[in-house]
């Protein structure tokens, strides 16, 4: 059973720095295709990085340069799945996720899998 837990989020001042983490296990084919997603009050989920099958991290624009994803394996069947969030801004207050699926390359809707997300909170 594929099962992610997201972890580290918080508040913060503007310029600070935030780490997520996501330990996905039950880690199968169909959990290949990783990402992580925000969701802001009021607006979209919407892509902040995703990992293909070739291990290409593929960003979105608005936090290119200053948010870095990383994966570590322990073993065959769990991964931790980082997020680290720089020169935070206001704008990148938002619910964020980690999600999971056997396809890649498509919008955030054809995700699989979960979790249940973790709150970032950045004040100016």
């Known amino acids: 059973q594929v099962r992610l837990v997201e972890s580290g989020g918080g508040s913060v001042q503007a310029g600070g720095s935030l780490r997520l983490s996501c330990a996905v296990s039950?880690?199968?084919?169909?959990?290949?295709?990783m990402g992580w997603f925000r969701q802001a009050p009021g607006k979209e989920r919407e892509e902040v990085v995703t990992l293909d099958r070739g291990g290409t991290l593929h960003y979105t624009g608005s936090v290119k340069g200053r948010f870095t994803a990383s994966i570590v394996s322990s073993d065959d069947s769990k991964k931790t799945l980082y997020l680290q969030m720089n020169s935070l801004k206001p704008e990148d207050t938002a619910k964020y996720y980690c999600?999971?699926?056997?396809?890649?390359?498509?919008?955030?809707?054809?995700?699989?899998?979960w979790g249940q997300g973790t709150r970032v909170t950045v004040s100016s």
């Open positions: 999600a999971a699926d056997g396809t890649c390359g498509g919008a955030w809707d054809i995700f699989a899998f």
């Open positions: 039950g880690y199968t084919p169909d959990t290949v295709c």
